[in-house]
């Protein structure tokens, strides 16, 4: 079924991306941004669905998706709006604390009164549906802003927009949230009450800082070129994450160091979810085994 919907996706943005170049209809803007900005993170969603999560339920993975979409989005952004004011580089760790905690917080609000949801593979699950579902409505925005300009719709920075957070949507909010949905869940007792030891707050401020330095890496790359090259006049763009009138020398740096770090921010995760999902498989192996020894005469 996600093959299906993955193909069949795509071939329908790309209708959609078409039909609004040829004719220059505005009216098609609606249906080409909620086909970029959901598809990847709902193909993901069902694949996680179909692989690991059909006892789950479907109307607790749609819960899940909405709430981290909708009360996910407009939490994060009344709370960065009042709580966060200077423009640094340290901003980004705000935001990363401030996402995080408010995803987590949709999750535990879904799972409210389905208190017999615990254990490592249904958090890895729901987790990342949650984290997809913010993704999807964050990059319907982030398309929209970048549409909407004041001499008219830029089509092409809509489309490079919705490309580029579609192919990075995999390693960015669904799989934090997924990390800390696996942690939190396997804590949750047996009555539902979630709880919150060490591993669990460690786990989050973990994912906050990989979700920080996600966000901040061009910052910190122009920082790392200011300082290779001894050229403490870059110091006042690290905040804005671009370089001025930088040398080609400055630019490969930049490029290098940008690049490089959002590649090992993403490893580090990716190797972070993976030693979790195998836990999950051995402890799952380990139930199944024990299962069978109790049927056996």
Not at 184 to 200: A, N, Q, S
Not at 228 to 243: K, N
Not at 265 to 278: D, E, F, S, Y
């Amino acid at each position: 079924m996600w093959r299906r919907c993955l193909w069949g996706g795509i071939v329908s943005w790309a209708l959609a991306a078409g039909a609004t170049y040829l004719t220059q209809n505005s009216t098609l803007l609606p249906t080409l941004i909620l086909l970029g900005s959901f598809l990847v993170p709902a193909v993901f969603v069902l694949w996680a669905y179909e692989r690991h999560g059909e006892d789950l339920g479907p109307s607790l993975i749609l819960g899940s998706f909405l709430a981290g979409g909708i009360l996910g989005v407009l939490g994060a952004s009344v709370l960065e709006y009042y709580l966060l004011h200077r423009t640094s580089v340290w901003l980004f760790l705000g935001v990363g604390l401030i996402e995080e905690a408010v995803k987590l917080g949709a999750l535990m609000l879904v799972l409210r009164r389905h208190h017999a949801v615990r254990g490592r593979r249904a958090g890895l699950v729901l987790g990342a549906t949650v984290g997809f579902g913010f993704a999807a409505f964050e990059s319907a925005g982030y398309a929209f802003d970048a549409a909407v300009t004041l001499d008219g719709i830029d089509l092409r920075a809509l489309l490079e927009t919705e490309v580029l957070r579609g192919v990075l949507s995999p390693f960015g909010h669904g799989l934090w949230t997924a990390i800390t949905g696996g942690v939190l869940l396997v804590h949750r007792e047996p009555g539902g009450r979630f709880r919150f030891p060490p591993t669990v707050v460690g786990a989050f401020l973990g994912v906050a800082v990989l979700h920080a330095l996600w966000d901040s890496m061009r910052g910190i790359a122009v920082w790392l070129v200011a300082r290779v090259t001894d050229d403490r006049t870059m110091d006042a763009m690290s905040a804005q994450g671009y370089l001025e009138d930088a040398t080609d020398q400055q630019q490969h740096l930049f490029t290098l160091f940008s690049v490089g770090g959002t590649v090992a921010t993403t490893l580090v995760g990716v190797w972070w979810l993976r030693v979790l999902v195998l836990r999950s498989r051995r402890e799952r192996a380990r139930a199944v085994s024990a299962t069978g020894a109790r049927r056996s005469p």
